[in-house]
């Protein structure tokens, strides 16, 4: 189900930077349970970053996440 195939998604599969293209990187703190996903590419006028989030899965998927 897509529910499931969210739940198994790793870093690998994160979607480059909408903006620049490159590499999003993710920083998951388990012992203060902080999740998120940014871009660290100097070059990229925005820098997108995710929220924080409780678990590294949800700071994944909302990176993920595009509009349509």
Known sequence: ?????????????????????EKPVGFFDNSRLVALV???????????MTKCYPDKQQAIDAWNKRSK
């Not at 529910?3 to 790793?10: D, E, H, V």
């Open 38 to 48: 940014k871009c660290t590419n100097w070059g990229c006028a925005v820098q997108p």
């Open 1 to 21: 189900s897509q529910r499931t195939k969210r739940r198994t998604r790793t870093m690998a599969e994160l979607k480059p930077c909408p903006f620049c293209g």
